[in-house]
């Protein structure tokens, strides 16, 4: 199992480094013992959003009136399930698996993702459990200086792997940015923007969204990867998003088992495995 997973391109502050490293590291631990790339990618991803650290699932951000609204997007050989604005699920990367792989349906929202949730044998829980006491304190600070954040926090979580059988997967979840308009949905869960795989390979995204989906990072990587080598193709798609003003970062894996990664923020903490070892970096 080759797998590469990030938990957000921003300024991390020195304070919260060790965090983020201690997470992206069990995320790599926990994906590589899986068989599948599917698996895997899920496996890492809910480590992360079970983890604190992080602004996916517990410890998500919360929105303009204190609410969770989380996204999140699993996809392989070009097919995809996703979920945006779900705020009773603990963990929305399993949602969308299970939308994966389901013929009938792409993409849920809201109460209809909750409700799909409840039918397919995945129970909800009360918003209350997602919500960090640390986060409710942010929501207050941010309402009450009334700044625009989203230029400052960016913690959402993805993995891409590559199994055995040549199979890759990428995934992405998020709470989004803080203090969003209720209703707003990032780039994380859009096919191409936050995420991307198909036979050759996978990328997730983060950072800020709107640009983000404006010039379909991940899609853009896997384009690029087509005239020249993954670690040029992160770095040129990268471009294109700091060309429009954007800023964040992206990781990839290709079907020899390359990874790539880049991003123009101050920090991405992202972690991989290099047979059995695993390395991370801030
Ligand atoms: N891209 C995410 C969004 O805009 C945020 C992030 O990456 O942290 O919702």
């Known amino acids: 199992m080759k797998i590469i997973v990030h938990g957000g391109a921003w300024a991390i502050p ?3 480094v060790e965090d983020h490293l201690k997470g992206v590291t069990q995320a790599v631990k926990k994906g590589m013992k899986e068989k599948n790339a599917i698996d ?3 496996k890492a991803i809910i480590t992360m959003e079970n983890d604190p650290a992080f ?9 303009e009136d204190g609410k969770i609204e989380m996204d999140a997007i699993i996809a392989q050989n070009s097919c995809f399930g996703a979920v945006a604005g779900v705020s009773r699920i603990k963990n929305p990367i399993s949602l969308a698996k299970k939308i994966l792989y389901d013929e009938n349906v792409n993409f849920l929202i809201g109460r209809g993702a909750e409700r799909y949730a409840e039918k397919n044998n995945i129970s909800l829980c009360d918003e209350k459990e997602l919500i960090l006491e640390r986060e409710m304190k942010r929501w207050k600070k941010i309402k009450k200086e009334n700044k625009k954040p989203e230029d400052f926090f960016h913690s959402t979580v993805g993995a891409v792997a590559l199994d055995e059988k040549g199979n890759i997967a990428a995934g992405t979840s998020t709470g989004g940015t803080p203090n969003k308009i209720p209703g707003r949905v990032g780039d994380t869960p859009i096919f191409g923007a936050g995420c991307y795989a198909d036979s050759l390979i996978g990328a997730s995204a983060t950072g800020y969204g709107e640009h983000i989906m404006r010039v379909l990072l991940t899609r853009k990587v896997a384009e690029l990867y087509r ?4 670690k040029k193709a992160c770095r040129e798609a990268l471009a294109i998003l700091e060309s429009i003003g954007g800023y964040g970062g992206v990781i990839s894996v290709d079907r020899d088992g390359n990874f790539g990664y880049s991003f123009n923020t101050p920090r991405m903490a992202y ?3 290099e047979g059995k070892e695993i390395k991370a970096f801030i």
């Open 14 to 16: 020195d304070d919260a």
């Open 271 to 273: 972690a991989f495995n």
């Open 40 to 42: 895997a990618v899920e």
């Open 227 to 230: 005239e020249t080598d993954i």
């Open 55 to 63: 602004d996916a699932g517990y410890g998500s951000f919360l929105n």
